[in-house]
């Protein structure tokens, strides 16, 4: 018995990392089924390789409305209902800054990364809001420590995630009571978080900078680098009506202490 029993969930950017980790800790918590919606056909093999038919998988761009509601409607098609949005799939920017871009990769790279990062929140919180309505459920988006503080990334990634904030108060507001709409902020974990096409960074992954995990693990008062699963709880534990039925509009930080850091 957990404390998911007989849910049913929708993960977005769930073939990977910290998506992954929470699709995997879910069906342990009781989940009855869970949606994913994925980049690439690698993703949806290996997902079905591994859950089985307790995952049902779409492929699609989450910067699309419609690849959004056909994965909305895939789950409910298989599952018969949905419990918690998890809005995930994100692009981070490998710390460019302003000034390194020129107008045109400026241009691009502003609508690739508040393209997946803030409009595929959206879109997903539009796609799945009936649904979610009519099960009393909730949302769950990824944001980052960019969410609060500078330095985390460049300025499109750190603006990206504070809209994301910003989307959370929104829609915890537009749509109570009927559903709760929090998030969890990680901060450096090991992924293979990618960067942005328009900036020729598409096929590089956070994980693969030198020496990132010890400058991360070296940056954080918990001393440490975060793997996917260390944040999984915290879906539960805001998804689940049994012990969050009081909780909207929050954000739980699982960065480490990177607010305490020393200076
Ligand atoms: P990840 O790359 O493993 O997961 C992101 C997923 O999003 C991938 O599976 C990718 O295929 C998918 N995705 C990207 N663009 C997409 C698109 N256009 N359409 C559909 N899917 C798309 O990396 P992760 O670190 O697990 O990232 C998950 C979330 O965590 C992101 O929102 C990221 O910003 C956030 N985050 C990560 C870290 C970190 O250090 N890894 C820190 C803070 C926040």
């Excluded at 502003?110 to 997946?116: A, C, L, N, S, T």
């Excluded at 803030?118 to 459920?137: D, H, N, T």
């Excluded at 909730?138 to 603006?159: C, D, E, H």
Aim: one cysteine or more; a negative charge.
């Amino acid at each position: 018995m957990g404390w998911l029993n007989g849910y049913v969930a929708l993960v977005t950017g769930g073939g990977s990392g910290i998506g992954r980790a929470v699709v995997k800790r879910f069906l342990a918590e009781g989940c009855s089924g869970i949606g994913v919606m994925v980049r690439s056909h690698e993703q949806a093999d290996s997902l079905v390789a591994e859950f089985g038919d307790q995952v049902v998988v779409s492929i699609g761009d989450v910067r699309s409305g419609w690849d959004n509601q056909a994965a909305v409607d895939t789950t409910l098609d298989r599952f018969g209902k949905l419990d918690t949005l998890v809005g995930n799939a994100g692009v981070w920017d490998f710390f460019t800054r302003l000034e390194k871009m020129s107008l045109e990769e400026l241009d691009h790279s502003f609508d690739e990364i508040f393209g997946v990062n803030v409009k595929g929140y959206v879109l997903a919180a539009r796609a799945a809001a009936a649904a979610l309505r009519e099960s009393k459920g909730s949302m769950i988006f990824t944001l980052s420590n960019s969410a609060f503080y500078a330095g985390g990334g460049g300025p499109l990634y750190v603006a990206s995630k504070h809209a994301g904030l910003g989307l959370i108060k929104q829609l915890a507001y537009e749509f109570a009571p009927d559903v709760r709409v929090n998030g969890v902020a990680p901060g450096g974990t090991v992924t293979p978080l990618r960067g942005p096409e328009s900036l020729g960074k598409g096929e590089r992954r956070l994980s693969e900078i030198p020496n990132f995990q010890e400058n991360v693990a070296n940056s954080m008062p918990l001393r440490m680098i975060a793997q996917p699963e260390d944040h999984a709880g915290h879906y539960v534990l805001l998804a689940s009506r049994d012990n969050s039925r009081a909780t909207t509009a929050t954000v739980i930080q699982s960065d480490g202490g990177w607010e305490i850091r020393p200076m």
